[in-house]
């Protein structure tokens, strides 16, 4: 089944305390990116890749990285988290080729609650 | 820069009630529209598209056209139903240009019985 695979779905944590959400496709999608997810703002991006070893600043970079050191996968590393941080994050993928008709392909949300 | 503009929410209807949710953009190219739908604790889901003006998009009974004269994408539906309560969201794909996909703030639809 093709999918868009994030992990953990819920996370709570400490500020300062070093982690990482997961995202994985099986698509082969060279396109990959990260959003949050707040009230009343949408959602934004945080960083997006366009293919293995090339990454980009979305609208809100700051406090995240990301690496893309294998297509399917797509890290979001939060090195000292903080608590304006709190929010809901979202993995997607599309196909470069086709992405002026296709859709994004998304995960199914990360929770992240930082105290 | 680009950006788009939805209409705030929360949007209450009755079932059966006609729909609309407002979505305008601002864009230096020649982007492709999107609405999308997210149902509670899901991801979002592709609704419908539109790739250049005058097109229409569909899916479900949802209906929404590429305005470029009033540089809208507004969605519609004849009749609603329970479940269709849901977060709807507008965007804007400049991905082959820029690597841009722009989203609306979202706009809550609740749809009571």
């Known amino acids: 089944e093709a999918q868009v695979t994030q992990n953990p779905r819920y996370l709570i944590t400490v500020t300062g305390k070093k982690l990482t959400v997961t995202c994985s496709q099986n698509?082969?999608?060279?396109?990959m990116s990260w959003y949050r997810q707040d009230p009343g703002l949408g959602l934004r991006q945080i960083y997006y890749s366009m293919n293995v070893e090339v990454t980009d600043k979305g609208d809100v970079p700051e406090g995240y990285k990301v690496s893309r050191k294998e297509k399917r996968n797509f890290p979001l590393i939060l090195e000292s988290p903080s608590p304006n941080q709190t929010s809901l994050y979202f993995c997607?993928?599309?196909?470069?080729?086709?992405?002026?008709?296709?859709?994004?392909?998304f995960g199914n949300g990360t929770r992240l609650t930082v105290t | 820069g680009d950006s788009v503009t939805q209409m705030e929410g929360p949007v209450t209807l009755s079932e059966e009630a006609f729909l609309t949710i407002n979505c305008t953009y601002t864009a230096t190219g020649y982007p492709s529209l999107f609405w999308y739908v997210q149902y509670p604790g899901e991801g979002l889901q592709l609704l419908l598209k539109?790739?250049?003006?005058?097109d229409k998009g569909s899916n479900k009974g949802f209906e929404a056209t590429y305005r470029k004269e009033t540089t809208s994408f507004h969605l519609e539906k004849g009749s609603v139903q329970v479940s269709d309560s849901a977060v709807y969201f507008c965007?804007?794909?400049?991905?082959?240009?820029?690597?841009?996909?722009?989203f609306g703030q979202g706009t809550t639809l609740q749809v009571k019985p």
């Open positions: 698509m082969n999608h060279e396109y």
């Open positions: 539109a790739t250049k003006a005058d």
């Open positions: 965007a804007l794909s400049d991905l082959g240009n820029t690597g841009k996909l722009i």
């Open positions: 997607a993928s599309i196909q470069r080729e086709s992405s002026y008709n296709s859709p994004l392909h």
